[in-house]
């Protein structure tokens, strides 16, 4: 097995995966119908964070 050492600092590797990411997902629910592309995601997190907010857990 070889292992390459690269010279990008950390964060910066997680940055770019997490932008790929999002361009990737955001261009998937877009070709799903879902026009808002990521953000309605991000809509739909956020009214279930809201709904279970003040609920017990059982």
């Known amino acids: 097995m070889i292992i390459l050492q690269m ?9 770019q995966i997490d932008n790929g990411f999002q361009l990737f997902y ?5 070709t799903n119908q879902q026009k808002d592309g990521i953000e309605s995601y991000s809509k739909f997190v956020n009214l279930l964070i809201n709904y279970y907010k003040d609920k017990e857990i059982k």
């Open 7 to 15: 010279n990008i600092p950390f964060s910066s590797t997680i940055t």
């Open 26 to 30: 955001d261009q998937f629910l877009k």
